[in-house]
């Protein structure tokens, strides 16, 4: 039963709005049941000293909830609570489910090998909240809040801008968009240059993100085999003259997942056959400020002297993740192209990080953190070789990265290392089996180890238990293979 | 000539990166001039006590470059410059021409009615740099750093939902995504709804950015009229029976650029069409907190029993445009393919800017902010309708919304809204003509006044010139028509 209905007058909510929500309480406290009859509008607005369109509107809002129904002459009766569920379209039908393998779910394992992320602990959180500081108490903070350019923040731009052509990266010709990180930039360059089914050569097994971009496009993707030198110059070659892919992405420093760099030679090879063939190459630039040890080399679009060559860098990996900044540096026209698709996309990114990182990287603090993150980078890096070396079984490989954050594994079959994964997620250890990757081959035996976001006594101890799992299960399968009847003399 | 090479040996800068530097530099500063010979690997090796093979790098880049040119038995000599924009691939063809007008450029005028957007002068900057400070100093911080989920910040979610439901806007079947603003919620909605050229009904006039995320998206866009109620329910009913849409995007408060709202009976009606003929309705709710006066109207999303209605919301328009945070609710299958879409363009949103718009709204301040907000809009928008009445010429009409911050003026035939923006410009007040928001109607005579962004005296004033133009225009017209010599008589 309606027992009392409270008004406050001052609340600014209408009154309307206050009776319905009076009403609509009573009826989910059960205080009004299904079935049971509200007062006519009539009587309650003459209780309630209220206007009868008023309660009018109080009704038909309970009426559109399906909380009440209304039967001229009747009167309005409290409904039955809908099943859930009860949407009239039918979302499964109309959103049919995508082709692409959904990214897998965060794993809850205490020793985590699946993400190719710096790890939290060795953010420089004090240095963050005094750039932070810096940033909001200065009098860009109007600047920062207000809306931007689809280019990015400007004062960003220009910084970007400056250190690619003082590093060579940049030339006259180049110009320079702001991204919402790199995964950004490979969706605007599917939309600009691949959304009518155009040919995409990525590098195979290759990151599931550049290759979902893509994928979700409509582009037609090949993949082009990659080896403990990068992607296989030969093969690429002939898949260049063979398909006449419209651009092909190319990862030459510590490619994901497999940790390779493309040497010099393999780096002018390549450029000169983009050029035969009229190929845009994109570089993704992700991880080249990650080198622990041996000698740099020059970037494809350094090397490039054409200009055509498109460089994508970001903050993410030696920063900070969760602010999400990349850029893509390329010919003018071009960018001028990924602008506008950005602008459609979202306006522009984010400003308040745009500034912070700038800030960061203005102040020295980037650079004397890349520093350190390099020698963290080298010890878990060291870490993971040489736990490798002692725990995986005989006849696997693994690659031998210089820097980056990844590590490729492959086990010798018939050791699957999807199955396996299952089991070692059981004893808290997770990674990413092969198949995450693949792009036109399975990667049934291979499987990545992202280091960068463990200590190194936790990547020894995490190898540790898969190496004991991955042994364990060659030895089971050896002693299987002995136990098979030998087949028949014919 | 190369006179002399000075390494830094404790820069951390590889040789060949530095000796390859000062060549250049030699180069560029016309110390070596084009056609002359360099020394030889050897030669140069030996006298700067380099391994030749630095030296060789070196070379290699400088030749990639296009500085220099090697000729076997020859030796290396200085290269003439390139000509500018010397780039091998034939950018224009490769990426042609968009169909879509691309945005103004920001109009450098002192009054600009063009952006609908808040005042930066009324930005809380104690407030913002007060709940920056919060957040930051927070043991949050780590978390928000580091990479997140697709769905967004968690705790901003949980908040939004939360909020939604104790409104009756998101039901037990409702999930919610963090966008990147408003626009991305436009364009994740293209891809997930309206890739395959389906048929989308958008308001005629409406924002550029939200015809263009579909159009851009190959959609096949019709306008639906807006009049002084908003979406003509008549039309759009015929619209629908007659092209059977996927979906239609409406902004029942305050829509932009006409400011309309769409009253209760009409939002009931187009729910019902919309349900018969099984069409997605998608709310932009964008200013729905901006109310100046009047009664509030429920939200499509509220009055929708079938729970299908998808709404988008955001912070942009209250408080910080600068930082890109919007949301989209909706039945939970459809937020989860959106939830994809988000992931595959760019991860997940900027999470610094998330926590600090928590934080300024779990902290009372955002709605301390809004209070401030409605103060200020009401007396623009009066002084904005009051200056409409008294500048316009005779013969033109404009609306009288009750919130937002754009009112929609029509001029009288045979006034350009188009043209007379160029010479408004020039007098240093702009705004928008009819044409950018035009989907299936040109609107030659409309023009969009984008008040919230001025104060009221500068609202008078530049109302003032605008009225100053047009009614000059209108006497000119005339005389010139007067001044025609009357037909023949036949």
């Not at 932070?132 to 910084?159: F, M, N, T």
């Not at 030679?265 to 991880?287: C, F, H, P, S, W």
Request: proline content about 7%; overall charge neutral.
């Amino acid at each position: 039963m309606l027992q009392r209905i409270d008004f406050e007058t001052q609340s600014g909510v209408p009154m309307y709005r206050q009776l319905h929500e009076q009403i609509k309480s009573a009826i989910k406290m059960g205080r009004l049941v299904p079935g049971e009859k509200l007062p006519s509008m009539r009587q309650l607005a003459g209780s309630l000293g209220l206007n009868r369109t008023t309660v009018a509107a109080a009704y038909e809002l309970l009426e559109a909830e399906g909380l009440i129904r209304s039967h001229v002459g009747r009167g309005s009766f409290v409904q039955a609570p809908p099943a859930a569920g009860q949407a009239r379209l039918d979302w499964e039908s109309l959103i049919p489910g995508e082709e692409v393998p959904p990214a897998p779910s965060t794993s809850g394992a205490l020793i985590s090998f699946s993400a190719s992320r710096p790890s939290e602990f060795l953010f420089p959180l004090d240095e963050f909240r005094a750039t932070c500081r810096e940033v909001i108490d200065s009098a860009d903070a109007v600047q920062i809040l207000q809306l931007g350019p689809a280019s990015g923040y400007s004062p960003l731009r220009r910084h970007l801008l400056n250190e690619a052509q003082h590093r060579g990266i940049a030339g006259p010709e180049d110009d320079l968009l702001v991204t919402s990180g790199c995964q950004q930039a490979f969706d605007l360059i599917q939309r600009v240059l691949a959304s009518h089914g155009e040919t995409v050569i990525l590098e195979d097994p290759v990151y599931p993100g550049l290759r979902n971009a893509f994928v979700r496009g409509g582009a037609r993707v090949l993949g082009a085999p990659v080896g403990p030198e990068g992607v296989e110059v030969a093969a690429l070659g002939r898949m260049l003259e063979r398909e006449r892919p419209r651009l092909m992405v190319l990862t030459p420093d510590f490619q994901n997942p497999t940790g390779a760099t493309l040497p010099f030679e393999a780096r002018k090879t390549i450029l000169g056959m983009a050029q035969r063939a009229g190929v845009i190459v994109i570089e993704n630039d992700l991880y080249g400020g990650l080198r622990y040890h041996g000698a740099e080399v020059p970037a494809l679009k350094q090397l490039d002297n054409s200009g055509d060559t498109v460089l994508l860098g970001s903050f993410s990996k030696i920063a900070f993740p969760g602010l999400r900044v990349g850029w893509a540096i390329g010919p003018r026209h071009f960018i001028a192209r990924l602008t506008e698709a950005k602008e459609a996309s979202d306006l522009h990114s984010d400003q308040l990080s745009q500034a912070v990182l700038l800030r960061f990287a203005e102040s020295g603090r980037l650079e004397a953190h890349r520093k350190r993150m390099l020698a963290a980078g080298a010890e878990r890096l060291e870490a993971c070789l040489g736990a490798c070396a002692k725990e995986l079984p005989r006849g696997s490989h693994f690659t031998r990265p210089e820097g980056g954050m990844n590590v490729w594994a492959r086990l010798p079959a018939p050791l699957d290392a999807s199955e396996l994964a299952v089991r070692a997620e059981r004893e808290n250890v997770s990674y990413l089996p092969g198949r995450y990757f693949a792009v036109s081959r399975p990667q049934p035996h291979g499987l990545r180890l992202s280091f960068a976001g463990l200590t190194p006594e936790n990547i020894r101890y995490g190898l540790a238990v898969l190496g004991t799992i991955f042994r364990g299960e060659m030895n089971r399968t050896r002693a299987r293979q002995q136990d098979e009847p030998a087949p028949a003399m014919v």
